[in-house]
């Protein structure tokens, strides 16, 4: 882990927010951030341009990475390549909605790259952050008994 790796990762990525027919999609921006304060997860920020508030999802930095080369995920969150286009294709569920955006590969490949700088994959339970949060949360619970 290099601890010396500038952090938060953070990234910037043009999506489609594709809608039903016969609309065809809306554009909008995705920030991705990335700390060893919560190695296991990606937070997303759709931001629309229609000016609407926006959307914060945390999606998990493995389901990520694995949703470039093949489908994964059960539930919530889906993403899935498309490699004709470049594309990965993310599928996102509450209840009974659900909306379906597409980015390009390369931006996010590039962000999760860096994110390994700052933890490595399998190393996220011992990224400095997550310890440290972690013992004080323990700390909290073993106070209160």
Request: charged share 20%; glycine share 6%; proline share 8%.
């Amino acid at each position: 882990m290099n601890t010396e790796v500038q952090e938060p990762v953070t990234a910037a990525c043009a999506m489609r927010l594709h809608l039903p027919q016969p609309y065809t999609y809306v554009p909008l921006t995705a920030f991705l951030h990335y700390s060893r304060q919560d190695p296991y997860a990606v937070r997303v920020t759709f931001r629309f341009s229609t000016g609407d508030d926006p959307v914060v999802w945390y999606i998990g930095r493995d389901l990520l990475r694995d949703g470039l080369a093949h489908p994964t995920g059960e539930g919530d969150v889906q993403i899935s390549p498309d490699p004709e286009l470049a594309v990965i294709v993310i599928g996102l569920k509450v209840d009974n909605d659900s909306a379906t955006l597409t980015t390009q590969s390369r931006p996010v490949e590039s962000f999760l790259q860096r994110t390994v700088e700052v933890v490595p994959y399998g190393c996220e339970s011992r990224a400095p952050g997550f310890v440290a949060q972690r013992e004080a949360a323990l700390a909290r619970l073993l106070a209160d008994h």
